[in-house]
């Protein structure tokens, strides 16, 4: 197995429960890096991630938003964010028909109800998405019923698409904004084959990093739907899957120097 390159989830993946990373997990990223090997993170979650992890012990770089961003330090090598009249014209129509919605660009809510009802680290600017007019990240949506969903599937636009998240958190997305093809690009720029790129992740919207890299590693916590998708299935995140996995399939005896 020779892998140059290595690409995590976040949430349920490399973080245990309470967000927080092992000291095992840290020291292991950094032996990897030791090995020339290029450690990433692929997250759901926005820029401002990086703020919570010591990031230049562990990564050389990144992607956000579920893959609408990807950095490789302060360069961004990926970005594919919603063009303001498209957003503006999916959040005017959520708007009119009562859906709680809210959009995101570079850690900036914007939203038409008081998003710290469900997320109490953030904070939004209650917006008129009727003037709403800069590029976005993502738009997103908790899924109260079958009918917010069916309403934000039968609006979407062309150049948009949706997932939802075992939290039940639906997010809005440019087509191109996947963590396969951000990862693709992390790659590209070191002059990796996607052959050469393990990746771990536990829930459906990592389901295309998973089978795009030429190792995908489902958690022992992820969704069912996940574990179909891959030939490896490693510990918990609770357990410290990602490192133990790599000590034994990388850093071991068996490790192709």
Known sequence: MSIKMIVTDLDGTLLRDDKTVSQRTIDT???????????TYATARSDSVKLLLPVDEM???YVSTNGALA??????????????????????AADEAGIKIASQLYGKHYANFNITEL???????????????????????QIENTETVDFLEKNLLDDL????????LAMIMHKEAVKSKAVA?????WGIEKSEIAAFGDDLNDIDLLEFCGVGVAMGNA??????????????????????????????????K
Not at 71 to 92: D, M
Not at 120 to 131: A, H, Q, V, Y
Not at 224 to 249: F, H, M, P, R, S
Request: with cysteine; glycine share 6%; proline share 1%.
């Open 59 to 61: 990564f050389d770089g």
């Open 185 to 189: 690009a992390l790659a590209d720029y």
């Open 71 to 92: 950095y490789i330090g302060e360069k961004q090598v990926y970005n594919r964010l919603i063009k303001p009249e498209t957003a503006r014209t999916f959040l005017i």
């Open 161 to 168: 698409y949706m997932v939802i998240a075992r939290d039940n």
């Open 223 to 256: 969704l069912d739907q996940v574990k179909k998708t891959t030939k490896y299935i490693c510990g918990t995140n609770e357990n410290d899957g990602v490192a133990e996995w790599l000590e034994e399939n990388i850093l071991g005896e068996n490790y192709a």
């Open 29 to 39: 990223l950094k032996k990897c890096r030791e090995k020339g090997i290029k450690t």
């Open 119 to 141: 997320w109490s680290w953030l904070k939004n600017e209650f917006t008129d998405f009727k003037t709403y007019n800069i590029e976005t990240e993502k738009i997103y949506s």
